[in-house]
C-alpha cells in the first residue's frame, strides 16, 4: 500500500497521481475530495489506472464512460434530500448558505441541487456567500453577513473544522436560528470542536452508522 497525501492543494494531487502511475500500481483509492478527483480523474484515463472516490460527489464526475468509479451516489441526491428535511421537519423556506471554494466542485454542486430542491418546494436562497478555507477567513464577518435578514436556516457547505468556528460565531448573532451542513462537515470533528454551538444542527450522512447490517 502506497501513500500519498494531496493535501487538499490543487497541482499536489496531479504530482501524487502521477508518482503512483509511474509506479505501476493496479489501482489508486482517492482522492478523498471532488476537487481533486477533477485534477487525477484526466490523469487516471489516460493511463487506464481504475480510480476508486471515497467521498466524491460532484456531479461534474456523473454519467461518463472513463476509469473513475465512486462509492457513493452524486450531490444531487444527498443535497435534495437535506433540502426536503429541512422543509418538511423543520418548516425551513428562506435560507442562507456559506460554501468553500477550496473544494469547489462539491460545494457548488451541493448548493447548485439544494437551490434547485428548495425552490421546487417554495422555498428560497436569500444569499450565497463563498470563501477559501485557509488561516485568514474572517469568520465573524461571515456570521454577521449570514444572519441578516433573519433566514429560517444557515446552511454550511464546508468542511468540520470551519463549520465549528461558523456555528460559534452565528450563534454568538443569533442563538436560536437553525443551522445545517452539507454532508461534508459530518464527522466527530464537528462535536468535538463545536460543542453545545453544534447543537440541534441537521447534519446527514451518507450512510446509517448504527446499522447493524453485514
Excluded: C
Aim: charged content about 20%.
Amino acid at each position: 500500500l502506497l501513500l500519498k497525501d494531496d493535501k487538499q492543494e490543487s497541482g499536489l494531487s496531479q504530482k501524487a497521481a502521477t508518482e503512483l502511475i509511474a509506479l505501476n500500481v493496479v489501482a489508486i483509492l482517492g482522492p478523498m475530495t471532488s476537487s481533486m478527483a477533477m485534477e487525477v480523474v484526466p490523469l487516471s484515463n489516460r493511463s487506464k489506472v481504475l480510480t476508486m472516490g471515497i467521498t466524491v460527489t460532484t456531479n461534474q464526475l456523473t454519467g461518463k464512460d472513463d476509469y473513475f468509479f465512486r462509492t457513493l451516489s452524486p450531490t444531487l441526491d444527498h443535497a435534495s434530500e437535506t433540502a426536503n428535511y429541512l422543509h418538511q421537519h423543520k418548516k425551513t423556506k428562506s435560507v442562507a448558505a456559506v460554501y468553500d471554494l477550496k473544494n469547489r466542485a462539491y460545494t457548488e454542486s451541493w448548493l447548485n441541487d439544494f437551490t434547485t430542491s428548495l425552490g421546487e418546494l417554495g422555498g428560497t436562497i436569500t444569499k450565497s456567500i463563498a470563501f477559501s478555507s485557509g488561516n485568514q477567513v474572517k469568520f465573524e464577518e461571515i456570521a454577521r453577513d449570514l444572519v441578516e435578514g433573519d433566514p429560517d436556516t444557515i446552511v454550511l457547505i464546508v468542511n468540520s473544522v470551519d463549520a465549528a468556528l461558523l456555528a460559534k460565531q452565528i450563534r454568538a448573532l443569533s442563538p436560536n436560528v437553525q443551522l445545517a451542513t452539507s454532508e461534508w462537515a459530518g464527522t466527530e470533528r464537528l462535536i468535538e470542536l463545536g460543542g453545545r454551538h453544534v447543537e440541534r444542527t441537521v447534519v446527514p450522512q451518507y450512510l446509517d452508522r448504527n446499522s447493524q447490517e453485514p
